[in-house]
């Protein structure tokens, strides 16, 4: 596959080769060459007219069960609070208008027609459900298998010990094609954190899967959870396989805790999955690609019952991180776009090097995977204002969507 005339962060126009789903080279863009291969996907290349060439996005936290994208718009029942939204999801969640492999599918497809080819996604599993969630999520990662790697998180959203037999539920779940294991707030919804943790890490064990703990538990609560999934992470030598997902009032307390909280990720390689909420005291952004750490960005729930917000476009949640995080600098509201591609990549594969600096622009070298976002714009940072629809992805080196549609 050729890849003519993009501009790769914004630089000059080059064309991009692949081979086997890989990028093999890119070079200054030569229009004769252009000219000779043809300018059709079909013909094995996509003519980029001028656009940006960026590195597809990666959704590391989203919730595939539960989106209402595509159905007609219901206002918001829920009540503040975790579990009065579980229970308002719980309340209404059968009442969709299609199955949760249909919905899971239709949002699945429009995140990878806005540019999005790597994608965690939590699966609830809870009393009220067993596993039914978790099997339309499975079916929307098997219908979308050529566009999208997905990987699913076994997600006990209503607690592992509040309700009989959810342990068992997960175990189950990650025998039969779970990746990660998801735990939730250790100390306020369970109310026993070293049970939870203790039950979450022994399930990793023994599926030799990683974990993501939702945390939103409050300062000095929020850092005591985090010291005892830190202390677990040690014993079990699971640096690398650990993701904290939200975890976005640890860098209320002190700021030496927050110094303290992101050596101490860094060194134990312990990732970030932010969703880039309005209200925060997250440990900053900047000090944690400086310091090593891996951050990945996700739209969380997409019009569902806990939120009206999200619409499976990475473009608008980048747009988002760069707003809440109050970036102006071109130089840090492309940082968000690094967070919201390589960054969340990194985190799906360890193997992938981290970010080394606000200013580091990877994934378009030959080596890196061709899995690419196409997109009008200027530049990086005005691509992220102005989110233009003149778009085609790449993954493995196929188109899987233009103009915002699906591919055949
Ligand atoms: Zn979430």
Redesign the pocket.
Known sequence: MLVTDVRPWGGAPSDIETTDGVITAVTPHDPNRARATGSSSRDGAVDGRGRLALPAFADV???LDSTRLGLPFRPHTGAPGIWPMVMNDRAHWRDAERSVAEGATHTLGRMISCGTTRVRS?AQIDADCGLERFEGVLAAKEAHADRADVEIIAFPQAGLLREKGVPQLLDAALSSGAAVVGGIDPCTLDRDPVRHLDILFDLAERHQAPVDV?LHEPGTLGVFSADLILERVRALDMAGRVTL??AYDLGGVDEATTRRLTEEFAALDISMAT?APAQHHSLPLTGLTAAGVRVGL?Q??QRDY?SPYGNGDMLDRTWQLAFTQRFRADELVEHCLAVATRGGAAILDPELPRLTSVTDRPGLAPGDRADLLLVDGETPTSAVMDRGTDRTVLHDGHVVAEGLTLAD
């Open positions: 936290h989203c919730h939590y939702h997902s939200h969703v996700g969380d729930g806990w």
